[in-house]
T-cell receptor, first 113, second 115 residues
Framework: KQEVTQIPAALSVPEGENLVLNCSFT??????LQWFRQDPGKGLTSLLL?????REQTSGRLNASLDKSSGRSTLYIAASQPGDSATYLC????????????FGKGTKLSVIP | GAVVSQHPSWVICKSGTSVKIECRSL??????MFWYRQFPKQSLMLMAT?????????EQGVEKDKFLINHASLTLSTLTVTSAHPEDSSFYIC???????????FGPGTRLTVT
């Protein structure tokens, strides 16, 4: 059964810093990996989706990478802003026709002005 | 495109009553929808997979008689929490799977409080 782990559980950085959030998964037979953002009491906002044939995706200040062989993905945030403060969730799509998502527990990011 | 709505966004009910939550894909058809539950400061846990025209598949530990799922059309799935108890209070989120993109699109969630 797929397990997704995110490290660190919480991270606090000063505004303007670049930062990396880590995600690891146990079953490399995934077909997509997705990063989400969740603000307190709110639903999920999709940030980036990386297909299994891709190694990275970029959107604005965000860059996500995927290394299936090592079971790892990273989310890089450049020039962090206080508005980036949220919980970031990594989720892996299982294959074999189920298309189920397994979520990590998230990294709570605080960007200090 | 690929918008999913949920209704209601929040609900308060008394212990012992039933509550229905709707999940709709607004601009695409979804043969498969998923229901998740999220407790405070926890991640999303998959409760069940809802397939249009057939019975839902429940994850281990989820009571199918308590959490009734109906996926009667390609754009609507409902989750009914029967005989709700305070421990059922949680944030319930649905998603709809779009075959064209092989991606799940999430609704905004429903906050259920059972008093």
């Amino acid at each position: 059964k797929q397990e997704v782990t995110q490290i660190p559980a919480a991270l606090s950085v000063p505004e303007g810093e670049n930062l990396v959030l880590n995600c690891s998964f146990t079953d490399s037979a995934i077909y997509n990996l997705q990063w989400f953002r969740q603000d307190p009491g709110k639903g999920l906002t999709s940030l980036l989706l990386i297909q299994s044939s891709q190694r990275e995706q970029t959107s604005g200040r965000l860059n996500a990478s995927l290394d299936k062989s090592s079971g790892r993905s990273t989310l890089y945030i450049a020039a962090s802003q206080p508005g980036d403060s949220a919980t970031y969730l990594c989720a892996a799509y299982s294959g074999a026709g189920s298309y189920q998502l397994t979520f990590g527990k998230g990294t709570k990011l605080s960007v200090i002005p | 495109g690929a918008v999913v709505s949920q209704h209601p966004s929040w609900v308060i009910c008394k212990s012992g009553t039933s509550v229905k939550i709707e999940c709709r894909s607004l601009d695409f058809q979804a043969t498969t929808m998923f229901w998740y539950r999220q407790f405070p400061k926890q991640s999303l846990m998959l409760m069940a997979t809802s397939n249009e025209g057939s019975k839902a598949t429940y994850e281990q530990g989820v009571e199918k008689d308590k959490f009734l799922i109906n996926h009667a059309s390609l754009t609507l799935s409902t989750l009914t929490v029967t005989s709700a108890h305070p421990e059922d209070s949680s944030f319930y989120i649905c998603s709809a799977f779009q075959g064209a993109s092989l991606e799940q699109y999430f609704g905004p969630g429903t906050r259920l409080t059972v008093t």
